[in-house]
């Protein structure tokens, strides 16, 4: 049989989907589709051949097309969906829902008819009732369907506990759980810098700051640049695409589809998970303490009310 390239289509050209194509280029991962709705197409193909001459200076070997047609994005094995509209300052995730649902629900009965073998990544927010409905509208298998939060909110929390420790990033582990959102938990007690509690190297007084700035970390862009961030989002999803796609089993936060898992059914929500070939091949329950169960129940209520609205919606 003829070894052939994987294909990975991002719905959305914006400037999470460029940066997502740019990376995947450049760890070729497989060929990209940049795809956008038809009044952006000329859009999507021209940062597309931009990408493509890109790879000719790098020496990357790979095809970027740019489409407003979906049949150009049939058999994608991975689908990241960045598609709606990005918040503007003053704007809360849950602001988005109204404009963000019909996007959501056109992009799942396409990605339902044409990439019905895909593993897909959800970026678009509000999140997790973005990923929720996606799953609801085209009833694919809970393991092959995530969201794309809590790498990116951990990556935040990771970043600004070694500025405060004064060490390297590369040696704090952080984990984030829960709903993407104000509401979201990072998880102290998971957390370390090479092995010892972060708490021991960091004051207490210090990590709730950090924590306060990790739950508002993408307000706290949108608020300087006037859009959401779009580097850090990118790498998240690219993370994820390259632990399902090279079989690589890392235990990442993502929002996953829950059954009974910390005590939550019929939600998606920020939770560890172990990231293979198979998809989420399974969700990994640490102990939390009182205090950070309580935090979760918060924000699942937070995630459940969102849902509900969305299923007025329907």
């Given at each position: 049989?003829?070894?052939?390239?994987?294909?990975?289509?991002?719905?959305?050209a914006?400037?999470?989907?460029?940066?997502?194509?740019?990376?995947?280029?450049?760890?070729?991962?497989?060929?990209?589709v940049?795809?956008?709705?038809?009044?952006?197409?000329?859009?999507?193909?021209?940062?597309a051949?931009?990408?493509?001459?890109?790879?000719?200076?790098?020496?990357?070997?790979?095809?970027?097309?740019?489409?407003?047609?979906?049949?150009?994005?049939?058999?994608?094995?991975?689908?990241?969906?960045?598609?709606?509209?990005?918040?503007?300052?003053?704007?809360s995730?849950?602001?988005?829902?109204?404009?963000?649902?019909?996007?959501?629900?056109?992009?799942?009965?396409?990605?339902?008819?044409?990439?019905?073998?895909?593993?897909?990544?959800?970026?678009?927010?509000?999140?997790?009732?973005?990923?929720?409905?996606?799953?609801?509208?085209?009833?694919?298998?809970k393991?092959?369907?995530?969201?794309?939060a809590?790498?990116?909110?951990?990556?935040?929390?990771?970043?600004?506990?070694a500025?405060?420790?004064?060490?390297?990033?590369?040696?704090?582990?952080?984990?984030?759980l829960?709903?993407?959102?104000?509401d979201?938990?990072?998880?102290?007690?998971?957390?370390?810098i090479?092995?010892v509690?972060?708490?021991?190297?960091?004051?207490?007084d210090?990590?709730?700051k950090?924590?306060?700035?990790?739950r508002?970390?993408?307000?706290?862009?949108?608020?300087?640049?006037?859009?959401?961030?779009?580097?850090?989002?990118a790498?998240?999803?690219?993370?994820?695409?390259e632990?399902?796609?090279?079989?690589?089993?890392?235990?990442?936060p993502c929002?996953?589809y829950l059954?009974?898992?910390?005590g939550?059914?019929?939600?998606?929500?920020?939770?560890?998970?172990?990231?293979?070939g198979?998809?989420?091949?399974?969700?990994?329950?640490?102990a939390?303490?009182?205090?950070?169960?309580?935090?979760?129940?918060?924000?699942?209520?937070?995630?459940?009310?969102?849902?509900?609205?969305v299923?007025?919606?329907?």
């Amino acid at each position: 049989m003829a070894i052939t390239r994987k294909k990975i289509a991002l719905i959305g050209a914006g400037n999470i989907g460029g940066e997502l194509a740019n990376l995947l280029c450049a760890k070729q991962l497989g060929d990209v589709v940049l795809f956008d709705i038809p009044a952006k197409e000329n859009f999507a193909k021209g940062k597309a051949l931009d990408l493509e001459q890109n790879t000719a200076i790098h020496g990357f070997d790979g095809n970027v097309v740019g489409t407003s047609k979906w049949s150009d994005c049939a058999g994608a094995d991975v689908l990241i969906v960045t598609a709606g509209i990005p918040r503007k300052p003053g704007q809360s995730r849950d602001d988005l829902i109204a404009v963000n649902v019909p996007i959501i629900r056109d992009v799942a009965d396409n990605a339902k008819a044409h990439c019905p073998g895909a593993f897909v990544i959800v970026i678009s927010n509000p999140l997790d009732a973005m990923v929720y409905e996606f799953k609801r509208r085209t009833d694919f298998p809970k393991e092959r369907v995530v969201g794309m939060a809590g790498v990116l909110d951990s990556a935040r929390f990771q970043l600004f506990l070694a500025r405060a420790a004064g060490v390297s990033v590369k040696d704090v582990r952080a984990t984030v759980l829960g709903g993407h959102g104000d509401d979201m938990v990072p998880v102290l007690s998971a957390t370390t810098i090479n092995g010892v509690p972060a708490s021991q190297l960091v004051p207490a007084d210090a990590i709730q700051k950090i924590i306060d700035r990790t739950r508002k970390g993408g307000g706290e862009i949108v608020g300087l640049m006037g859009t959401s961030a779009y580097y850090a989002p990118a790498s998240s999803a690219v993370a994820m695409t390259e632990a399902y796609l090279l079989d690589q089993k890392r235990l990442l936060p993502c929002a996953a589809y829950l059954t009974g898992e910390y005590g939550y059914k019929d939600i998606y929500m920020g939770v560890p998970v172990v990231l293979g070939g198979k998809g989420v091949e399974r969700i990994v329950e640490v102990a939390l303490s009182v205090e950070e169960k309580a935090m979760l129940e918060k924000s699942a209520q937070s995630v459940k009310s969102i849902v509900e609205v969305v299923k007025k919606t329907a």
